[in-house]
């Protein structure tokens, strides 16, 4: 089987990539849902884990460049490999493509990326500032401050390179690019979205807190142990994430 070569999958591997289609295009409605993008600026992909153990032949599903999304459908979905070209679909895959394919080639247990241009945490982004670590939410979520990532352009794997070097030294979900917005990764789409989601409601209570006053920093060993429990212990553990829900 040739993975760049629709022609060739087996049965498995084409209900695979067409499942994957459907949970990309329905997770791309959650973005406006909780208020993360505007227009069309913001994307979420998928990796689909192709027949090779070393993650060679796997693919990714990311939506079209510039489509509205009212207009998205799990047919609209654009299937990449991962050095960014078109496998399948119709369209020009996002711009942002080659970022999350560096992430995927790079970062073998990475199995979802979002992008978006959030309010809050791009306002971050633009000042080159990390979120520090104020709220137990935080401790739990990104076991330290968010950091950030440094200025890249839009257009090959640039931003990639900064993703995976920045989130390589952290344990946070999230990096704020530099004068760009926030990307977050996941073990799958889902869980990527649930970090976009939650990057952007820190960034908002931390900015709204240093309007107050300066914000008290929360001790390592405390973010530790809030980690640890959020992490392996709290909710539901029998591989479904629906149980990761406070």
Request: proline share 6%; with cysteine.
């Amino acid at each position: 089987m040739d993975h760049r070569d629709p022609s060739t999958w087996d049965e498995e591997f084409a209900a695979r990539v067409r499942q994957t289609r459907e949970v990309v295009a329905r997770l791309h409605a959650e973005l406006p849902r909780w208020g993360l993008i505007v227009w069309t600026a913001g994307n979420v992909s998928q990796r689909v884990k192709g027949p090779a153990e070393d993650g060679s032949q796997d693919l990714l599903v990311i939506k079209p460049s510039g489509v509205s999304y009212d207009d998205l459908t799990p047919e609209s979905m654009v299937v990449c490999d991962l050095d960014g070209a078109l496998v399948e679909g119709e369209g020009s895959p996002s711009s942002d493509t080659a970022a999350h394919a560096y992430v995927y080639a790079h970062m073998p247990e990475v199995g979802g990326v979002v992008h978006t241009h959030s309010t809050y945490a791009t306002a971050w982004a633009a000042r080159g500032e990390e979120i520090p670590c104020v709220l137990t939410m935080m401790g739990d979520e990104f076991g330290g401050p968010v950091p950030v990532g440094p200025f890249a352009l839009i257009g090959d794997d640039s931003i990639g390179r900064g993703i995976v070097e920045t989130l390589s030294e952290s344990r946070s979900p999230a990096v704020l690019m530099r004068n760009h917005g926030p990307f977050t990764i996941g073990s799958d789409a889902r869980a990527a979205v649930k970090a976009a989601a939650m990057v952007e409601e820190v960034a908002r209570t931390v900015h709204i807190a240093k309007q107050l006053g300066e914000p008290i920093a929360i001790e390592q060993d405390k973010i530790d142990s809030l980690y640890t429990r959020y992490q392996f212990v709290y909710g539901q553990h029998d591989g479904n994430d629906e149980g990761e829900q406070r």
